[in-house]
């Protein structure tokens, strides 16, 4: 099946301090998707892309797909303390099921 | 997500005991899924089912059951073959096919030993 790897594992900043992870795998992909689980919580979609090269932005939030469709990135710019969470990429795998990264937490301090 | 409920929120198992968490989804979707998540890390699949009567392994299905009997329910049996059951457990559901949309997750059952 597909495996995908997320870097950093842990990222500390401080509040208003731009925070990136990013998302690789060896094989092409399809699709991605991200995710944010709060402390505590369950995962919540934030966005899907589908397309090669493609950007989205969702507020502070920019998430882009490799040209090569093999990597992605989500940039957090200016954090805020809302932001704390683990965030996860999730693949499709061959179209059965979803295969998730291990994630990178995000600690903010005030 | 309001069309997933996952029940018990928090459930105690003994020793040789099996335990059931339910899992209901009012979407509509055909496909749900069962992960497990230990403290610290991600998720991994148990279970998945594309449609009724019909479900299929994930990575870590030893000492689980499900079934689907219903497209609305899809109940995960942790069994006694489980040795290490205490962890926190998603229930979610898609439309079918992984390019047509997002999971929608429950808010997951904390499962502890006794």
């Known amino acids: 099946g597909q495996q995908v790897m997320q870097i950093p594992q842990y990222q500390h900043v401080q509040e208003g301090e731009d925070f990136t992870t990013y998302c690789n795998s060896s094989?092409?992909?399809?699709?991605i998707q991200w995710y944010k689980q709060r402390p505590g919580g369950h995962p919540v979609f934030l966005i899907q892309l589908v397309k090669s090269g493609e950007v989205k932005k969702q507020k502070r939030l920019t998430f882009q797909f490799g040209e090569a469709k093999k990597n992605s990135s989500l940039h957090i710019t200016a954090t805020q303390t809302t932001d704390v969470g683990t965030y996860f990429c999730?693949?499709?795998?061959?179209?059965?099921?979803?295969?998730f990264g291990p994630g990178t937490r995000l600690s903010v301090l005030p | 997500d309001g069309g997933i409920t996952q029940s018990p929120k928090y459930l105690f198992r003994k020793e040789g005991q099996n335990v059931t968490l339910s899992c209901e989804q009012n979407?509509?979707?055909?496909?749900m899924y069962w992960y497990r998540q230990d403290p610290g890390q991600g998720l991994r699949l148990i279970y998945y089912s594309q449609i009724v009567n019909d479900f299929q392994k994930g990575d870590i299905a030893e000492g689980y059951s499900v079934s689907r009997e219903k497209k609305e329910s899809f109940p995960l049996t942790v069994t006694s073959a489980q040795k290490n059951p205490t962890a926190f457990y998603l229930c979610?559901?898609?439309?079918?096919?992984?390019?047509?949309?997002?999971?929608?997750f429950g808010d997951g059952t904390r499962l502890s030993i006794l």
């Open positions: 999730a693949v499709d795998n061959y179209g059965q099921n979803f295969v």
């Open positions: 094989t092409t992909l399809s699709n």
């Open positions: 979407l509509n979707h055909d496909a």
């Open positions: 979610a559901s898609s439309i079918l096919g992984a390019a047509n949309g997002p999971q929608h």
